[in-house]
């Protein structure tokens, strides 16, 4: 079976971090079956979406794993 995973949640300027929110919910709940690392990914970049840096370090500080 699988042990590991990795996942990437889309964090932008109209989504916020209501998906990280449920990710890491989940993350929670499978703990003792799987070991889940969480990927912050800006999807629409820093340069478009001025608050995509904010958001990401958001997303770290709520326990994301990685960018």
């Not at 079956?33 to 340069?47: E, K, M, N, P, R």
């Amino acid at each position: 079976g699988t042990l590991y995973t990795r996942t990437h949640v889309d964090v932008d300027s109209v989504a916020k971090t209501k998906a990280v929110e449920a990710v890491l919910e989940a993350k929670e709940e499978l703990k003792d079956l799987i070991d889940i690392q969480v990927v912050a990914f800006a999807q629409s970049g820093f340069f478009v979406d001025l608050e995509s840096e904010s958001l990401i370090r958001k997303s770290l500080d709520m326990g994301c794993d990685l960018v």
